[in-house]
């Protein structure tokens, strides 16, 4: 697995419910490393509730008093940081970031570290960093929770893996025959229930195609449409035959009429 040798690491944490988000984070996101430095969270009760079905991640964390004894064994320690100064000016987005620390990976442990949530980490802690990370945000409002920082980290090592394989539509593109066979029976139905007359029927023809070619429409997209064309058209059909058999019986029951 790409992400195996990625190690998420929380500096002085001091809210269990954001312990327990980050584990939710990395579980969706196929990490499983998780060392807490000198947390001061005490709420392990909420921690587990927001952890969520990664409960086991939580109970697999590892605790230790100092960062350097945290990423002793990393190759690669990345600190995030919202603020900029003049050792600070190397960083990069997770996303620059994301191949090159997944490269790294495959022969030597990589550490993501993440500071407590009043102040981040602090000149001490970033000494001993590496490299920099830096996630994007509006410059007056910087700051972000340190779960959903670790969810925008992990979600792009998770994508320049290649881990994510989106679902494929099982019906293939329709073919300009097969739409053509809808066009002229929707034109059809349209004409038959009195939606358009034939003088207009290019014209609204040419709306209904403009609004059926906005996006891709497969074989089975065009046979449900069809489907609901020649419903349509018998219950149209069975409308007006209703119609002209109600008009026959009304019309025998009231027979000819016999002046006085």
């Given at each position: 697995m790409p992400t195996r040798n990625i190690r998420i690491v929380l500096t002085r944490p001091i809210y269990g419910g954001n312990i327990g988000s980050v584990c939710r984070a990395m579980s969706n996101m196929?990490?499983?490393?998780?060392?807490?430095?000198?947390?001061l969270a005490t709420d392990w009760e909420e921690a587990r509730k927001m952890a969520c079905w990664a409960g086991d991640?939580?109970?697999?964390?590892?605790?230790?008093?100092?960062?350097?004894?945290?990423v002793a064994d990393c190759g690669w320690v990345m600190g995030t940081t919202s603020r900029l100064?003049?050792?600070r000016r190397h960083s990069k987005t997770p996303r620059e970031w994301a191949p090159q620390i997944l490269q790294t990976a495959q022969?030597?442990?990589v550490a993501l570290v993440f500071g407590p949530e009043d102040n981040g980490l602090s000149n001490d802690d970033l000494e001993i960093c590496t490299q920099l990370v830096q996630i994007p945000s509006r410059p007056e409002y910087p700051s972000l929770n340190v779960a959903q920082a670790v969810?925008?980290?992990a979600y792009e090592l998770y994508v320049a893996a290649g881990l994510f394989e989106p679902a494929c539509e099982k019906s293939p593109e329709a073919s300009s025959s097969l739409r053509e066979l809808m066009f002229a029976l929707w034109k059809k139905t349209l004409l038959d229930i009195g939606f358009m007359k034939e003088d207009k029927a290019q014209h609204m023809m040419l709306g209904l195609r403009r609004i059926l070619s906005r996006g891709t429409l497969s074989e089975d997209d065009v046979r449900i449409l069809m489907g609901v064309a020649r419903q349509?058209?018998?219950c149209a059909s069975e409308m007006l035959r209703l119609?002209?058999?109600?008009?026959?019986?009304g019309a025998a029951r009231s027979g000819p009429?016999?002046?006085?």
């Open positions: 196929g990490l499983s490393d998780l060392v807490l430095v000198a947390p991640l939580l109970d697999s964390r590892k605790e230790v008093a100092t960062l350097p004894e945290a100064g003049l050792y022969t030597a442990t969810m925008i980290c349509t058209g018998w119609k002209e058999r109600f008009a026959q019986e009429t016999t002046p006085p």
